[in-house]
């Protein structure tokens, strides 16, 4: 396998075979080698060269205390917050913005000796599932790309299904982690809700938004997924609970366990390539030794519908801030008010305002209760649709998605595009921790099987991803022309 | 519809029409940091925009954390007014555009505040007022802005410091049982006068730590239904309230006797004009949109959070002032000044402490040290002389080794620098002459001195007495006991 | 359920969005067909079901009443796009 794992690079540090700078270079060229795939935002240069150099001291002196993240570099979506570093959420409306202060997350990473190289592409405020929204151009998949990486966070997807960097960072709010994953033939884990902070992560839906890695082997998401779950008092959301040690779980099979499959997500309305490759799938579980049975989570159907609200007035809130008072985007007026007008109208995306005007109507007074108390009521019925279904499974597999990448430009309608998440937004509704590892290829495309588990048990998905993954060996799959070099110097 | 005067007064208005007023007011609270973040509360005098963090400038990424101390005294302000404190409460967003307002919405409480149905009783002119609390929540406050020549109206820009933003403020929401202006200032000074107690707010109206808004409508007398409510807005002083409500009583009163109707609105007080002035503008209606606020988790507080807040709260004014008449025989009226200000009443309670009878002490901060906490604008616990010196001082009278002249003379001169009103006596030699043959002595000599005066005293004249009590005084350098020496005097002048 | 142009109008206003004669037909014909679909909620009965803000599950997260640093003046201001001295400038607040 040509694309290194973050195992073994911390292997080859160690082994003085290479360094931090020198990965992180070898990362940086092979991302520019890329550029037509459009993955990349910017390259935060001044940043890896002292987490590199930092890297390099730890090993040398004090190697008992590196981690397995030491040295290795990666590339995070432009929603996360460095100190310092442009994050502009793919808008305009935040073009040159500089945070003077560092997210949690991130710099949970950067303590433990990882090295951002470069700010990855997203649909513009983490909304859409194709990273055609981004005002500052679409991202191709490393498969074919002509076709979408998915979204919201497609630059990340990309840059790990290239080969680019061992890992990366993205956010799920409704899908944007699993769907990219499952177009790009990655992994791709969403941690429980409250799992790891938000602090740092420009937010899009308070209630739905999560942090979480995309890597090539689940493996290497447990190992970025320990770096930055926990606690966080700056964060009133995240769990005070311990972190569930995960390395112990992955390599103990699924022998034994019961897995539910949702009745509702193998119904209609998926292709055929990714019907029979999750169902391939499943086969496979049964082999290594789970009971298959299969489940119903009924309000499935409402499940867009609930998000579609609640998702979009949450964000009409979060996004007030950008006003163009005390950063961002400033469209100059006389008055205030117009200045309000032309600043939000020119520097958001159609995508962004749809959202906006949707969430702002779910609100406003005489429709509150029909559509906002309506939809937090559903989501409540959800949820507890999972809650019954796990007192009778241990976890759930099914589809990540009911389709395959996508041509860029096929699904200009909207609401074409949120059908894109229907298997994946109820996990953010039940704040569930859920996974997209690959399963196999629909003509050549990359398809993903999807891993669900209760509330907690994110060691628990993590081990039944794990057991597939090393019985089929889909995750050594690679895009049968990548314009990337290996990240590992010969 | 009767015309009447167009001049009507305000009796004359309120013969015919009750005023409806319910009042909000909006207090500080004296917490060391803000109430999402750890900026300081204390924010007055600090450079524009330096008590500012990510969390209170409302950049993207950032979260609220609540402050614990903001929730207790909020809860601690809603046992003082006799509220209920449900078990469950939340914040919520009011979402609106203000550049004041950096988020774009403001995290506060809408249909599940911390307490509800609470009641504050207070006196006007010897009478008890009750008036409902309706409710009484938390939230954060704005920023400032300063328009370009001061006046929002006509300012071609602003600027804008987030120094405040995020300052826990307390709301607290009264029932419209107010009728008249006078209540409603005496509702005010009695609930600053009860924040200010129990610690949570400095009572502080000019700086805006205490900020009052009203609401007042008119109807006719023996009308149940309320009439059109107008708000008001702007009022900086108890005094300005007090005035602007019956400006507004006054201006309503005679729009309806000239069956006009009164327009739903907020007005301006503009203290320069002695009026209201409409503060209708382009704006756009405000749809609030309050939804639950997603960044933080829900509030239970249970019986024991509640008793541990109730058990913390301090003695509340009515309740010192009913103390003090009962442990120190004060009358109601010196309680009630006593009490005005809680520091006074510290300093009473600690002169009672160290000695000092209670009337006696009564008199002294009544009287002279109020007067010169005012001439000095610095109040005895600020005092370089403090509550210790000035029991020291006011001992010394009771023993009778200084006189009450003496006294104020030393209190005057020690107020403000501070010192030992015992050692200063004794290093200029100013006690008081009390030995029973000296002033015998020095009375024997003024008869002797004075026998004009003492003949116009014989002959029926008093004041012919006070000039020889000023001789007596003028011979011991205004030292002896003034009492004891008319005394004398009388004893050796009237056979 | 036909979302009326005026309503858009109105909800663009509420949130702050500029938007030309043109954009305004487009948001409302594409806000209306989202609408309908989510629409289909009403058909869900949720008698009974209480209303989930979060799904976290808990209650009471607060801090304790410390003070922590500020940003300096100059970090606060940095990406002002508008400014006097020390603080943010804005225009006319009412016309």
């Known amino acids: 396998m ?120 997203c649909d513009e405020f983490a909304m859409g599932s194709s990273n055609e929204n981004s005002a500052f151009g679409p991202v191709g998949n490393p498969w074919d790309p002509s076709r979408v990486p998915g979204g919201s966070s497609g630059g990340s997807a990309a840059v790990v299904a290239a080969g680019a960097v061992p890992f990366s960072l993205g956010t799920d709010t409704g899908g944007s982690i699993r769907q990219p994953a499952s177009f790009c033939g990655v992994a791709g884990f969403k941690p429980t809700y409250g799992r790891v902070s938000r602090y740092g992560l420009i937010a899009f839906a308070s209630s739905l938004d999560q942090i979480g890695p995309f890597a090539r082997s689940v493996d290497d998401v447990a190992q970025v997924f320990t770096a930055i779950a926990g606690h966080d008092p700056r964060d009133s959301t995240s769990s005070p609970t311990a972190v569930e040690p995960v390395e112990e779980q992955l390599g103990r099979g699924v022998e034994g366990m019961r897995l539910g499959v949702p009745h509702e997500y193998l ?62 985007l400033h469209v100059d007026r006389p008055s205030l008010t117009d200045t309000y007008l032309a600043t939000r109208g020119q520097g958001f995306g159609p995508e962004v305002k749809r959202r906006i005007m949707l969430g702002t109507y779910a609100l406003s007074s005489g429709y509150y209760d029909a559509y906002y108390r309506k939809a937090q009521k559903v989501r409540t019925l959800i949820a507890e649709e999972f809650d019954r279904a796990f007192e009778r499974v241990d976890a759930l597999v099914c589809p990540t998605s009911p389709i395959v990448a996508f041509p860029k430009g096929a699904r200009s309608d909207p609401l074409s595009m949120y059908l894109c998440d229907v298997l994946t937004l109820p996990v953010n509704l039940a704040g569930l921790p859920g996974i997209s590892v690959p399963c196999g290829l629909s003509e050549g495309l990359a398809v993903g099987l999807q891993v669900i588990g209760p509330r907690f048990q994110d060691a628990r998905v993590l081990r039944v991803a794990h057991a597939y993954e090393q019985a089929t060996g889909w995750h050594a799959e690679q895009p049968p022309a990548p314009p990337a070099a290996s990240a590992i110097p010969r | 519809m009767t015309t009447t005067s167009a001049v009507s007064t305000l009796e004359q208005v309120v013969e015919r029409y009750e005023p409806v007023i319910g009042l909000e007011v909006h207090g500080q609270l004296l917490t060391a940091s803000k109430m999402f973040c750890g900026c300081s509360a204390d924010y007055i005098g600090s450079p524009p925009n330096s008590n500012t963090c990510p969390v209170c400038l409302g950049l993207p990424g950032v979260l609220p954390v609540i402050n614990r101390v903001a929730v207790e005294y909020t809860v601690r302000t809603a046992l003082a007014l006799n509220c209920e404190i449900p078990e469950h409460s939340k914040f919520d967003r009011k979402n609106y555009f203000y550049p004041d307002l ?51 109206q006509q300012a071609r820009s602003s600027v804008v410091d987030l120094n405040r933003a995020g300052v826990p403020l307390m709301e607290i929401v009264g029932e ?108 756009y209606a405000h749809d609030y ?34 103390r003090l008449q009962r442990e120190h025989g004060l009358s109601a009226y010196d309680a009630a000044i006593i009490t005005a200000e809680r520091e006074d009443a510290r300093a009473f309670e600690a002169l009672v402490a160290a000695g000092v009878p209670a009337k006696a002490a009564a008199n002294w901060l009544m009287g002279e040290v109020a007067r010169l906490s005012r001439e000095s604008r610095t109040p005895l616990h600020r005092s370089g002389l403090g509550v210790d010196g000035l029991a020291a001082l006011i001992t010394l009278v009771e023993q009778g080794s200084i006189n009450g002249s003496t006294a104020k003379d030393l209190l005057d001169e020690l107020y403000l620098p501070g010192g030992d009103p015992a050692a200063v006596v004794r290093e200029r030699g100013l006690a008081q002459v009390s030995d029973q043959a000296e002033l015998e002595r020095l009375v024997d000599a003024v008869i002797a001195e004075n026998p004009a005066a003492v003949a116009d005293f014989r002959g029926g004249k008093e004041q012919a007495l006070q000039r020889l009590v000023g001789g007596v005084m003028k011979a011991t350098r205004g030292r002896a006991d003034a009492r004891v020496v008319t005394g004398l005097l009388r004893e050796r002048l009237v056979p | 359920m036909t979302l009326a142009r005026d309503q858009v109008a109105h909800v663009a206003m509420l949130a702050r969005l500029g938007l030309s004669d043109e954009e305004l037909e487009r948001y409302r014909e594409q806000l209306d067909a989202i609408l309908a679909h989510v629409d289909r909620l009403q058909r869900v009965d949720t008698s009974g079901v209480g209303e989930t803000a979060q799904v976290g599950g808990l209650v009471n997260a607060w801090r304790e009443d410390v003070r922590g640093e500020c940003l300096p003046v100059e970090a606060a201001l940095a990406n002002a796009p ?14």
């Open chain 2, 176 to 283: 419209p049982d107010l009728r008249s202006s006078e209540q409603a200032r005496e509702y005010l000074v009695r609930l600053r006068q009860i924040l200010v107690y129990i610690g949570v707010n400095d009572g502080n109206l000019e700086q805006g730590s205490f900020r009052c808004d009203a609401n007042i409508s008119l109807r006719r007398r023996g009308e149940t239904e309320l009439g059109v409510k107008v708000e008001v807005k702007n009022m900086n002083s108890f005094r300005a309230v007090q005035r602007a409500l019956d400006f507004e009583i006054v201006r309503q009163g005679r729009l309806l006797d000239q069956g006009e109707t009164i327009a739903q609105e907020t007005r301006g007080w503009v203290e320069a004009k002695g009026a209201t002035i409409s503060q209708r503008s382009k704006e």
């Open chain 1, 2 to 121: 040509s694309h290194p794992t973050v195992a073994d690079l911390g292997a080859s540090l160690r082994r003085g075979e290479t360094s931090p700078a020198e990965l992180a270079a070898a990362s940086r060229s092979a991302l520019e080698s890329l550029a037509s795939l459009n993955p990349v935002l910017r390259y935060t240069d001044e940043l890896a060269e002292r987490q590199a150099a930092r890297a390099a001291r730890t090993l040398a002196e004090s190697p008992d205390t590196a981690g397995p993240l030491c040295g290795v570099p990666f590339a995070y979506k432009d929603v996360l917050c460095v100190e310092g570093v442009e994050t502009t959420a793919g808008s305009r409306i935040l073009q040159g913005y500089v945070p003077p202060y560092t997210g949690t997350a991130l710099g949970r990473l950067l303590d433990a000796g990882a090295v951002p190289v470069a700010v990855t592409n």
């Open chain 2, 102 to 152: 950096p988020k774009g919405y403001q995290i506060s409480q809408w249909d599940m505040p911390f307490s509800r149905n609470g009641h504050l009783t207070f006196l006007v002119d010897g009478e008890e007022v009750r008036c409902g609390i309706t409710r009484v929540h938390l939230e954060e406050d704005t920023g400032t802005l300063q328009h370009a020549g001061d006046i929002l």
């Open chain 2, 289 to 322: 949109r309050y939804f639950p606020e997603p960044d933080l988790p829900p509030l239970h507080l249970g019986a024991d959070f509640v008793e541990r807040v109730r058990a913390g709260l301090p003695e509340l004014p009515q309740q010192l002032v009913e």
């Open chain 3, 82 to 95: 508008k400014r006097r001295r020390d603080h943010f400038e804005v225009g006319a607040i009412q016309e």
């Open chain 1, 267 to 328: 119904a209609e309305g998926l292709e055929p390539g990714v019907r029979t490759a999750v169902e391939s799938a499943l086969a496979e579980l049964e082999k290594l030794g789970a009971t298959l049975e299969e489940v119903s989570l009924p309000s499935t159907s409402a499940a867009l519908s609930t998000y579609y609200i609640i998702a979009p007035a949450e964000c009409s809130a979060n996004l007030a801030r950008m006003d163009g008072v005390r950063f961002g």
